[in-house]
């Protein structure tokens, strides 16, 4: 089984290729570049270096959010694109839950990061069983203070992952102290193969009916919103 897997979801473009329990090849930037000029190219170099043709493939997983709103739909379209056109199946997996394998060695829970602004983050609470990521807190969008309290209640040391966790760093040491840890720089970026790897046991998806997971509607939706509100 030949896996791609497609993660454009936030400032990473990661793209990588899996077979059965082998990485053949990834890709992964950290770069405030454009992803729609940049992942099918990404891809196809991919793809041509490991010598493995799109119609080898017999599987896509894509990030499907949460994130950066356009660098979602980015990897959905391109990775439902793909499946539709090689007529292979498709899953998404969370983005989060991704950032969160980078911790899959250390003794806690593990909780990604992605910053959503005014203070909130998106983010969940993970942990390894078994060599199985496990979801404690589904994904969530938060004000970092109250998520912060509500991890207090936990006795277990806590893994923060991710870029946007230096925003966070003061909250987060002030409330929970020695119980909040910090991922190394290396371990921010979330790993293409691992998104692979998270997706190639899940159950497949319909390829119309997989959607990108923003978590909260976009500022302008909101905005229309309230406008058309005010209309009735």
Sequence with gaps: MKVLAIDTSNYQLGVALIE???????????????????????IEMLL????????????????QGPGSYTG???G?????????????????????????????????????????RRGQVYTGLYKYEEGKLVTLVSD?????SDWVDHLNEYQENILFLGHDVDIHREVISSKLKEQGKFAHLSSH??????????????????????????IRMAEAEVKWLESQKDKE
């Design 20 to 42: 059965e329990d082998k990485v053949v090849g990834e890709f992964m930037t950290n770069l405030k570049k454009n992803h729609s000029l940049r992942a099918m190219p990404a």
């Design 189 to 214: 970026n979330p790993r293409p193969a691992e998104l692979a790897f998270l997706g190639l046991e899940q159950e497949s998806e319909h390829v119309h009916g997989l959607v990108p997971n923003y």
């Design 76 to 116: 959905v379209t391109i990775a439902k694109t793909m499946s539709w056109s090689l007529n292979i199946p498709i899953v998404g997996v969370s983005s989060l839950a991704v950032l969160a394998s980078s911790g899959r060695y250390f003794d806690g829970l593990l909780c990604p990061v992605f910053d959503a």
């Design 48 to 63: 041509g270096q490991c010598d493995v043709k799109p119609k080898e493939l017999t599987k896509i997983v894509v990030a």
């Design 140 to 144: 969530s969008n938060l004000l970092m």
């Design 72 to 74: 979602v739909r980015i």
